[in-house]
């Protein structure tokens, strides 16, 4: 393998010691935010602990995302079953860009409106509540009082920041003079949504994380300081930083709406893999290691690149690479490319692929390390999101890098892939605050 290589496959690698270093140092930024000292992680609080398993009711659950904006009508049955009756799903990328600078705080919660609107007219009536899946940092003040803080995901919209998303869409509904308006029972992250899901019906889910456009992790915290009782609390796990990076992170986070932060996020999720991609086969093709040093146009324009195509390359197991021939042809406007060229594509695609996981995998440990020191009980880790289900061997990368640090306890955790973890997740939610079945406003003031 030429010098390049190697060396761009050495600082991508992320090596089990090095993941072990970061386990370590994620657990005490863990503990350091819990005790209200400076960490890169955000520790919010959710005001929510587990469900109970017995909800059960017809709720509208309304998830703003990376990539889509989706309002569903869900029948939950208990004990994790549940039936999705209805759905109206919008991605972002078509029509008006919602997440643009340009846009104000009231189109976007109008358009959100609208779409329950859409989905409340065509099945009038009979719901117990609306929950509203906010897939960004905000600071949980109320069941529906959430402040965001920051935008993430390259969002931009203005108007939002600091303001509370749960009143800006409650406005929204009552601006629509809906007959029977669904009421807005609860705000919560994606991540507090796919720790619900799966803790439907797993008493031991006690982690919930999301590998999709972007990368946060939620988990649930058996002693929340203020309330002493258990709370999920979402992590903004995608803040983390101080990570050994290549030259290519750092082009891409200085490029970014937001440089300095969500490091982990920038080398772990979907909306920047291709982009680091896309720089490190630009460098490649600059020092004449792959396409023979003529740079294509494709390759310098800024996230011309996405996991999806990442994903297309990594499937192609064919021996001449001809799925990978035909992306060159069809996406990138590249008609010749040798063997070589090909397989150095997929080859730059999987370092980057894997050391997402890993990374991911890291965190993971780092936040068991913090419930369960000596890991000597069992815990099942709840994931949702695109790459974690479609992109190949991301899921079989993951599992690898947490048996190599987990040793002989691997068989004590259980990775869980959950779908639909943020309509589902919004309804169980709200369901709990209908049953009252969770914690008071006011942590500190009543139990679970
Ligand atoms: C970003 C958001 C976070 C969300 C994650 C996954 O990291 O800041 O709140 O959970 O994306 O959607």
Redesign the pocket.
Known sequence: MPDILAGLKQSFAAPAAQLQSIAVRFQSEIEDGLAGNSSSLKMLRSLLGVPTGGEKGDFLSLDL??TNARAVWIKLLGNGRYIQKQREVISLNSGRDYRSELVQAHELFSFLAELVEQLARANPGGYEGLGFTF???YRQLGHTRAELVQW??EFRTAGVVGKNVGQLLQDALTSRNLPAGPELKVVI???VGTLLTASYNDRDAHVGS?L?????TCYLEPHEPDSGEPMIINL?S?NFGNLPITPFDAELDRESGNPGQ?RL?KMVSGKYLGEIFRLAVRHLIRHGFCLGQSMPQFFDAPYSLSSEDMSTILADTSAPLAGVRAWFEQQAAVFTSTYSDRAVLKGTALMIAQRSSRLAAATYLGILRHLDPELGRHHTIAIDGSLYEKMPGYAANLAQALSEILGGKSALVTVKPVHDASQVGAAIAAAMLSAGTTQSENPGTSSI
């Open positions: 995302g990376g897939s960004f940092p993430t995901k992250n994606d991540t999301i999709g456009t972007g990368h946060n903004e995608g969500q996020e």
